[in-house]
């Protein structure tokens, strides 16, 4: 059964951060990320490189209506400060199934909030939205991302080879991690065939 996109966009918390849709009046702030040298690495997808492109970014993360994203701004509890983003995309209802992105402002890297951020979202699209499986990959080198990925409880499925172009133009393995719905030692496998 096909689960249902979220019907409107959400609020979550991840720590002393929330997550929630993206806002034209962070703009500056998207298009520092979006100039990082890691982020341009990691993230060869992001299109960010002045003003303009940060507000369409805004503008697209914002904007859930066809149920295939749901993007949300990381921004600081207290004082509202921009510390990234993350995405759900490639939402498939059909298979129940997604991808998790993000880039995190540097200010912040090193603090677990991209974890938390990680963590928060899993939960919510496990539970509320219905699906079964997230998955999250990341270039071989980038270490950094595969902390992410098992503190936020995301098991190493393998290792893609020359999967992806990242910002140095070089094809690049790739880590697959994935999360699913319920642990592992819960599922009745069948070893006779089916």
């Known amino acids: 059964m096909p689960v249902e996109p979220p019907a409107q966009p959400v609020v979550l918390t991840a ?3 929330l997550l929630r849709p993206p806002s034209v009046d962070e703009s500056s702030a998207v298009l520092e990320l ?3 040298s890691d982020v ?3 993230n060869p997808r992001c299109q ?5 492109s940060a507000i369409k970014d805004c503008l697209a993360g914002a904007d859930w209506s ?3 994203h749901a993007t949300f701004s990381i921004v600081h509890g207290c004082d509202r400060r921009y510390a990234g983003n993350i995405a759900l995309h490639g939402i498939d209802h059909v298979n129940a199934q997604a991808k998790v992105g993000y880039r995190i402002a540097r200010w912040t890297r ?4 991209a974890t938390a951020a990680v963590r928060s979202v899993a939960d919510w699209a496990l539970s509320e939205l219905g699906l079964n499986r997230i998955v999250l990959t990341h270039g071989v080198e980038n270490t950094a991302s595969c902390r992410v990925a098992h503190k936020a409880g995301f098991d190493l499925e393998g290792i893609m ?3 992806k ?8 393995d790739e880590h697959l991690h994935a999360r699913i719905s319920r642990p592992a030692a819960s599922r009745t496998v069948s070893r006779h065939g089916a």
């Not at 960010?48 to 303009?52: L, N, R």
Request: glycine content about 22%; charged content about 30%; cysteine-free.
């Open 165 to 172: 172009r990242f910002g140095d133009g070089q094809l690049h």
């Open 161 to 163: 080879r020359m999967a």
């Open 15 to 17: 720590g002393d951060f």
């Open 34 to 36: 979006g100039l990082d």
């Open 66 to 68: 066809d149920g295939s």
């Open 110 to 113: 090193g603090q677990g909030v």
């Open 48 to 52: 960010i490189t002045d003003e303009a």
């Open 40 to 42: 341009r690495m990691w």
